[in-house]
């Protein structure tokens, strides 16, 4: 990128990685703040994006850069539907 903000996914990656792989496991508010203050001092655009499921209900957040998910899979966060962004 050009003006000088690090691949949101790259920069994600390295995050998990320095974290390893279960740091904040099971907790994903938590996990996603902290790898969204990193990615913020990065220079990244990334949003915290929190989703409901109705029955039974749960709730879950997660990473985006635009439609890009960084800290989760695809198929686990289509099942929410997305409430906030922030």
């Not at 990128?1 to 990685?17: L, Y």
């Not at 902290?34 to 039974?56: E, I, N, T, W």
Request: with cysteine; hydrophobic share 45%.
């Amino acid at each position: 990128m050009g003006d000088g903000v690090r691949n949101p996914a790259a920069a994600a990656r390295q995050f998990q990685r320095e974290r390893g792989p279960r740091a904040l496991e099971g907790d994903c508010i938590v996990s996603s703040f902290a790898m969204l203050d990193f990615l913020h001092r990065q220079g990244s655009d990334a949003r915290a994006v929190f989703g409901v499921m109705a029955k039974p209900f749960r709730a879950h957040c997660w990473l985006q850069s635009e439609t890009e998910i960084l800290n989760d899979e695809v198929d686990h966060v289509h099942i929410f539907t997305p409430i906030l962004v922030i």
